[in-house]
């Protein structure tokens, strides 16, 4: 060997073990080497051989290295074709009993007895370099091994979620035993798999787990069948089994505390913290696909006073019974909630077009309509419906699937609604219109109109009911429809009614001088029987105006009776020992039983005017007017037929003994002022006298 070619030699093999030396791992190891000995000798393309696969190469692209050819060439030598050069002239060398160093360059240049020598001595120094990184490689899995167990402990301070602990579990169990695969099975069932599928030779350790009914076990598999596993390694997974029980025990309580924190305690169902979390993420999943979410806004109806008549108990098992039948008619993959008291929601996602959504809907009205055996009896309460869909923000997709709920009550509750952009503007009147009617008292805009309550055989106006009208400086004469729900909603209703009270016992008083024994009816809502100030407020209008207090009557609807029976009773014991007489208004539209009646102190019923309108026919409202007007008689009350618009409705009413009509064929609401103008007319007989 010359000396040029000599000093060129060491230079290049230096070099060599400078790149391979400084190689983090055996992968790098071995790409580095083939590209340094391909630099060295001036080749296309180079490659490290093991049998039939190549563990590193250059000169072939990623996804085409010719892995048999290079195999052929490493045994038994021969040219080998490098894409884009052609055949080339190989030059090989042992890099281990099993392993070959090969280097391919175009034939024109034949390799020299140097390089040959200069790729043996590479191969040789590979060689070394490789065990070398073999056994720092084993030292790093013994410290991923560390912290593959520091990761369980982890699980245990940090309280991961289950999935998450037993994935861990079975990674760490693969890794400290050099399985190939590793499990978990909970409760007679597998319950996280690392690795391969199949898995033939398997080792096992009993795990502790306090929570599981059966405890569990955690069990590594080979590949290979029949694979021993020394009794350290058996010693290793049992004591390994053990240090994870606590994860296990640990993530389960977790895991429990978290659905607790996701999910309503009632009925199970995903509760508005776990709802926004699924919309949001279906609305970006959506988004991607082109698709639309649909959310669905359960409201049921009439349930407060079913809960109010039957007990809390009760009405949960009813909210437990309408949550089954909501999982019964959604998919899988929809979501129903529970967002409070006995509100609900769906989540529907790939939604495209609204009509999906719509069908979801009307099965889910269907459904919830059917009665419910709750406390030995059937209760129908069905749902009212409002459906938004979209792609925009979660809060504006729910905010508009309420707003279509509000509009589905309006048009007669157990219906649906679909959102549309004129709700938003209704909500936004709604609020206006909120604001101007906390001025409306200041500004003096409310007003009184009275309609006459009639005797049905003489036609004498034996009493008026005080209804109250706002007239908007703006908008002019708004429709009670309109604002007393706003009023209620506000708490509005609380001075209104105080103001009406005041101004109904102030007009009385008046109307008193000339005819003493007319009644003057005023409504009382919910909102102010729970108002602790409305004994007194009755007290102070009837000494401020001196009307008679006997002839005062409030009126009451049966769901206000039953907001809270106990309570209601004591309160309406008070009024009555102040001398006004109390009404049920609307009769036979909530859940008064035979037995509450009885328990309140009422002097009279006012029977649903839907009763009579089918006083002239023969259908089940006719007769369950009769039943009305015969159960008022019957326990002493007045009974007084409301919403009469027709002749045969009051000769109806007369025929079946109800004394008292009030109603459009009779009169209309009037100001003050035409009630003292028609009470001073003659009295005009309605109707022949009824045969004894």
């Keep these: 060997m010359s000396a040029g070619g000599a000093t060129w030699s060491t230079g290049q093999l230096a070099e060599f073990v400078a790149a391979v030396s400084a190689s983090p791992d055996v992968a790098v190891a071995r790409q580095s080497a083939v590209e340094r000995a391909a630099d060295a000798f001036g080749a296309e393309a180079g490659a490290i051989v093991a049998g039939d696969v190549a563990l590193a190469s250059l000169g072939f692209p990623h996804d085409g290295v010719p892995h048999a050819a290079l195999a052929a060439v490493a045994a038994h030598g021969g040219a080998l074709d490098v894409p884009g050069v052609g055949a080339c002239e190989i030059l090989a060398a042992p890099v281990d009993a099993t392993t070959v160093l090969l280097v391919a360059r175009d034939p024109e240049e034949e390799f020299t007895r140097e390089e040959m020598s200069l790729l043996r001595a590479m191969g040789r120094v590979l060689a070394l370099s490789l065990r070398t990184l073999a056994v720092l490689e084993d030292q790093r899995e013994r410290q991923a091994l560390l912290e593959r167990l520091t990761e369980v402990q982890r699980s245990v301070v940090d309280c991961d979620d289950l999935p998450d602990t037993l994935s861990a579990i079975a990674r760490g169990a693969a890794t400290l035993l050099g399985a190939e695969a590793a499990g978990v099975r909970l409760d007679g069932r597998l319950a996280a798999w690392h690795g391969p599928t199949d898995r033939p030779s398997v080792l096992a350790a009993a795990l502790h787990d306090e929570q599981g009914p059966q405890g569990g076990t ?23 089994a053990e240090h994870t029980s606590l994860a296990l025990t640990n ?17 199970g169902l995903a509760n508005r913290a776990l709802f926004r979390e699924r919309l949001d993420h279906a609305l970006a999943r959506c988004s991607r696909l082109d698709k639309d979410v649909a959310v669905l806004f359960v409201d049921v109806d ?18 437990l019974a309408l949550a089954d039948r909501l999982r019964t008619v959604l998919r899988a993959e929809d979501t129903p909630a529970r967002l409070g008291g006995d509100e609900f929601a769906v989540l529907i996602e790939d939604v495209t077009d609204a009509g999906e959504a719509v069908q979801v809907a009307e099965r889910l009205l269907v459904e919830l309509e059917r009665p419910v055996r709750i ?15 979209g792609r ?27 959102f549309e952009p004129e709700m938003h503007a209704a909500a936004l009147r709604r609020l206006s219109l909120t604001a101007d009617l906390r001025r409306a008292l200041d500004r003096g805009e409310l007003f009184l109109h009275y309609q006459p309550i009639v005797r049905v ?83 102070a ?72 309108d089918g006083l002239d026919g023969s259908d089940d409202r006719s007769k369950l007017a009769r039943a009305i007007v015969d159960l008022g008689l019957s326990l002493g009350m007045i009974v007084i037929g409301e919403g009469v618009e027709r002749p045969e409705q009051l000769a109806a009413l007369n025929a079946l003994g109800c004394d008292f009509a009030q109603g459009y064929l009779l009169a209309r609401p009037m100001p003050a002022g035409d009630v003292s103008a028609l009470l001073a007319q003659p009295v005009r007989t309605a109707l022949p006298t009824r045969a004894a």
């Excluded at 080979?222 to 694979?227: E, I, Y």
């Excluded at 429990?256 to 009632?266: G, I, K």
Aim: hydrophobic share 40%; proline share 4%.
């Design 457 to 539: 055989r003489t036609g004498e106006i034996c009493g008026v009911e005080a209804l109250v009208r706002w007239r908007h400086p703006e908008h002019g004469v708004i429709a009670p429809g309109d604002f007393i729900p706003l009023a209620e909603q506000q708490r509005l209703i609380v001075p209104i009614g105080r103001w009406v009270l005041r101004e109904a016992c102030r007009e009385g008083a008046a109307w008193q001088k000339r005819w003493p024994e007319l009644r003057v009816g005023v409504n009382v809502s919910g909102v102010q029987m729970a108002d602790p100030a409305l004994v007194e407020d009755i007290e």
């Design 218 to 240: 955690l069990v590594v598999a080979a590949r290979a069948d029949g694979r021993p596993y020394a009794d350290s390694e058996r010693d290793v997974l049992r004591a390994f």
């Design 375 to 389: 406390g030995g009896q059937d209760v129908t309460v069905g749902a009212s419906v409002g459906i938004a869909t």
């Design 302 to 319: 009439d349930f407060k006073a079913v809960n109010d008549q039957l007990g809390h108990a009760h009405g949960d098992e009813l909210l």
């Design 392 to 418: 925009r923000s979660g809060d504006d997709l729910l905010r508009n699937a309420d707003f279509a709920m509000y509009q589905a009550k309006a048009d007669g509750r157990g219906h649906y609604a679909l």
């Design 541 to 612: 209008a009837l000494a401020e105006s001196g009307m008679a207090p006997e002839c005062l009557v409030l009126e009451l609807t049966e769901t206000v009776l039953m907001q809270d029976v106990e309570a209601t009773a004591e309160r309406l014991h008070q009024i009555r020992r102040l001398g006004p007489e109390i009404s049920v208004d609307d009769f036979g539209t909530g859940y008064t039983s035979l037995q509450y009646l009885q328990h309140f102190p009422i002097d009279s019923l006012k029977v649903a005017r839907t009763f009579i």
């Design 251 to 267: 993530a389960r309580n977790h895991a429990s505390a978290v659905h607790r924190a996701l999910h309503d305690p009632l009925t």
